[in-house]
C-alpha cells in the first residue's frame, strides 16, 4: 500500500489575535479554517480508508509550528526562559488556536493516521519535557501520554525515510539559529530554574524583532532583511537607522558580554559574522545539494526555515523541496517579488520503496490543493 507524508512548517501560530484582553500585533497565523480543512482532507475519503484497510498518512510538522518566540509572558519578552514561563505561553497558544487543536485530534483519531513535530528555531520550548507532555496530550485524541499517535522529536533535528527522503527544518545550517541538541538547557548555580539554551537569533527576535514590531508590523516579515535594510536607509531612514544600531548593539552584549542565561562561544560568533557578512539571500539550495551528493540514496532533501517556497530539481533528478510558510511574507528576492499567502506544504507519496514529493499549495474546499507553480 502507498503511505503518504504530509509536511507542512513555520505557520508560526502564537497566542491568538486576543491576548491579554487586547488585540495581539504578534500573531501572524490567520488560517484556523483553511489548516482545519487540509487536516481533515488528508484523514478521509481516499485518504482514510480503501478496500485494503486504513490509509497511512503522517502529518510531519516541520519545525516553526507553534511561535513561542512571539507569545509575551506577562506583558515582556522574556529571554530567561524556564519550564514555568514556557508552560504559560504553551497554553496561551492553545487557547488561541482551539480549531487547529482540535483538527489535529480528529487527523489523530482516524485509524492510519499519525503526526510527527520536529523542532524549530521558534519553538525551542519543546525542549522541556512537561511541555511535550502537553502538547501531546493535547493533541493525541484520547488525550494520553505517552501517545501511540503523536511524537515530539527532541533529540534528532532530521527524519530520514529510507525511500530516499530526508527532513530538516533548516536553522541547523544557519549559525545565528542553531539549537543545541545535546545541551538544551542551562544551569548555573546563578540560575533558580534551567532554561533554554537559545541561539544569539532567538535573542534577536524576543529584545529587537519584537520591540520594533510595534512601530512597523512588517519589520519581521520582510525577506530578505539585508535587502529591505539597504532600501530603508533611503526611504525609512531614522527607523532603519535605529534598527541597525540597536541590533549591532544587543549582538555585542549577548556575544561577549557573560550571563549565565545564554552561552556565546567565540567559534559561533566569528561563523554568525561570516555568513550574515557573506549570504545576501537565505535559500539553503546549498546545503541541500551539499547533502544530496553526500548522500547518493538521498533524492530528495525538504527544508522550511527560509519562509521561501521552492521546488528545485536538477539535471540528475534530485529535489530541493522548501514548504515556505502559512504567513505573509514581504519577498524583495527579484524570484517572488511582492506580497505573498502562500499555503504550501510537500506532498510525499511512498510506493514501492520509492519517493514521489511535489510541492503543493492548498487552495480550498472544492479543488483542495494542487502543485505549486511560482
Keep these: 500500500m502507498d503511505r503518504f507524508k504530509i509536511v507542512i512548517s513555520d505557520c508560526h501560530l502564537s497566542a491568538g489575535r486576543f491576548f491579554e484582553g487586547k488585540l495581539n500585533p504578534h500573531e501572524d497565523f490567520f488560517f484556523d479554517d483553511e489548516m482545519a480543512d487540509l487536516f481533515n482532507h488528508f484523514s478521509n475519503g481516499k485518504y482514510g480508508q480503501d478496500p485494503d484497510g486504513p490509509v497511512a498518512v503522517e502529518l510531519i510538522i516541520n519545525g516553526d509550528f507553534f511561535d513561542y518566540l512571539n507569545v509575551a509572558y506577562q506583558g515582556e519578552f522574556e529571554d530567561a526562559i524556564t519550564e514555568e514561563i514556557a508552560l504559560y505561553k504553551t497554553e496561551a497558544i492553545i487557547a488561541g488556536h482551539p480549531l487547529v487543536m482540535s483538527a489535529i485530534r480528529a487527523f489523530a483519531s482516524k485509524p492510519g493516521k499519525f503526526v510527527t513535530y520536529l523542532i524549530g528555531n521558534h519553538d525551542p520550548d519543546l525542549f522541556f519535557p512537561a ?196 504567513t505573509k511574507m514581504i519577498n524583495l528576492d527579484w524570484r517572488g517579488l511582492g506580497q505573498q499567502f502562500r499555503l504550501t506544504f510537500a506532498y510525499v507519496r511512498l510506493s514501492e520503496g520509492k519517493a514521489y514529493c511535489e510541492l503543493r499549495q492548498w487552495v480550498g474546499e472544492h479543488s483542495p490543493h494542487q502543485i505549486f507553480s511560482g
Design 131 to 326: 511541555v511535550r507532555e502537553r502538547i501531546i496530550r493535547e493533541m493525541d485524541p484520547e488525550g494520553k501520554f505517552p501517545s501511540e499517535k503523536v511524537r515530539i522529536l527532541h533529540e534528532t533535528d532530521r527524519l530520514i525515510f529510507e525511500e530516499g527522503v530526508e527532513i530538516h527544518h533548516g536553522n541547523q545550517f544557519e549559525a545565528v539559529n542553531v539549537l543545541n541538541y545535546e545541551q538544551p538547557l542551562l544551569e548555573s548555580p546563578f540560575l533558580d530554574k534551567p532554561v533554554l539554551n537559545l541561539p544569539w537569533g532567538s535573542f534577536y527576535v524576543l529584545k529587537i524583532i519584537n520591540r520594533f514590531k510595534w512601530e512597523r508590523d512588517y519589520v519581521d516579515k520582510v525577506r530578505p532583511i539585508k535587502i529591505f535594510l539597504l532600501l530603508g536607509l533611503v526611504v525609512d531612514t531614522w527607523f532603519t537607522l535605529r534598527f541597525s544600531f540597536l541590533t549591532l548593539f544587543y549582538f555585542l552584549k549577548t556575544r561577549f558580554v557573560p550571563s549565565p542565561k545564554r552561552r556565546s562561544r567565540l567559534k559561533v560568533t566569528a561563523e554568525i559574522v561570516k555568513q550574515e557578512s557573506k549570504n545576501m539571500l537565505l535559500d539553503l539550495e546549498g546545503n541541500a545539494r551539499r547533502i544530496l551528493d553526500e548522500k547518493p540514496h538521498v533524492r530528495t532533501v525538504i527544508f522550511g526555515h527560509t519562509h521561501r517556497p521552492m521546488n528545485r530539481i536538477w539535471p540528475d533528478g534530485k529535489q530541493y523541496i522548501n514548504t515556505g510558510t502559512w
